[in-house]
């Protein structure tokens, strides 16, 4: 199982061979495909390319819709009629088949993050989906944290991977600079995530809790000792988010 979903009676289970629903009142398991978009002579389901087809990455609950990342696009399903919309490549402004491995819903917009193609935003609206850039490289995902939407890219050479804030509206990416006065601008090969908070600011590192967001400057300063003072972190993992910090207390609780 590669993600869980559940909604009122039901648990959806993300598979490498497809979605499946698991009734709780008696257990009973249905499949429901994934690959009616393809051509019939290609599904083949003991084939090692239709499972592939059919390979779930994550998994959103919207209402009575569930939002599904694939191996090679975003689906979306009604769980009452079993209606199913699954996004072509031209619908999600891919090269090809894309993995997407995180979905993000809100209430105007549905964001979807691709480990091979970088991040998309598809507008309830209008039903249309944009590629999320910066200076024609992808952005990537990280949540949204207070109200912020975060994400990384990558600035070049030679500082490589930055943090940066996206414009739920514009699209406009900002990456965070780093305010070291020992050091110059280091280089960091990410990908960044988010940790949590540190005397109330927001936390972000490569591998662990080493920089404070200060919004006032809009740069990212180190945290001194940052891995020594990472069990006084207020660390938790808002809904949406791909991963956090999580420590656990002496009375067991995390």
């Not at 891919?94 to 993000?104: E, R, V």
């Not at 305010?179 to 908070?197: I, L, R």
């Amino acid at each position: 199982v590669l993600a869980l979903a559940a909604r009122g009676g039901e648990i959806w289970a993300g598979t490498a061979k497809g979605l499946f629903r698991v009734m709780r009142k008696d257990w009973r398991v249905d499949h429901q495909p994934l690959n009616e978009d393809i051509p019939l002579r290609e599904r083949r389901g003991d084939s090692w390319r239709d499972q592939r087809n059919q390979l779930v990455s994550t998994l959103a609950v919207d209402g009575d819709w569930l939002w599904i990342g694939t191996y090679r696009n975003v689906q979306v399903l009604n769980t009452r009629t079993f209606e199913l919309r699954s996004f072509t490549t031209q619908d999600l402004k891919t090269q090809g088949t894309a993995s997407f491995d995180f979905i993000l819903l809100e209430a105007d917009y549905v964001w979807a993050d691709s480990s091979d193609a970088g991040l998309r935003r598809y507008d309830r609206t209008s039903e249309i989906w944009e590629v999320v850039t910066f200076k024609h490289k992808p952005a990537r995902l990280m949540g949204s944290i207070d109200g912020v939407l975060y994400g990384y890219v990558d600035v070049g050479e030679p500082f490589r991977a930055r943090p940066c804030i996206i414009d739920r509206q514009t699209l406009a990416v900002t990456p965070i600079p780093i305010d070291d006065p020992s050091h110059t601008e280091q280089c960091f090969n990410g990908p960044f995530g988010y940790f949590g908070k540190f005397n109330g600011k927001h936390v972000f590192g490569p591998t662990y809790p080493a920089f404070t967001y200060d919004d006032t400057s809009g740069k990212l300063r180190p945290i001194p000792d940052a891995r020594s003072k990472a069990g006084t972190l207020e660390s938790h993992i808002p809904d949406g988010m791909r991963g956090g910090f999580v420590r656990q207390d002496a009375a067991g609780t995390l």
